[in-house]
């Protein structure tokens, strides 16, 4: 009987159990490289306010000369 049952399900149990690990540490390496996109997008968005705001600064300063 542990031959027959016992044995192949505790090797499918190992196996099962590897994959889920192996899928655990996927997981945690996509979660990781998903929050780094998350701060170089934040990054990007507070670079193109600045960049906006300056072009808004030469764009008066522009304005005023021409007036």
Same mark, same amino acid.
């Given at each position: 009987?542990?031959?027959?049952? @016992?044995?192949? @399900? ?10 889920? /690990?192996?899928?655990? /540490? ?18 990007? /968005? ?8 300056? @072009? /808004? ?11």
């Amino acid at each position: 009987f542990h031959f027959s049952v @016992l044995r192949p @399900l505790d090797n499918s149990i190992s196996r099962i159990e590897k994959m889920m /690990d192996k899928f655990e /540490d996927r997981a945690n390496r996509e979660e990781q490289a998903r929050h780094e996109v998350e701060i170089r997008l934040a990054e990007v /968005d507070q670079r193109a306010r600045s960049a906006h705001a300056r @072009l /808004d600064e030469l764009t008066s300063v522009l304005a005023a000369q021409n007036n």
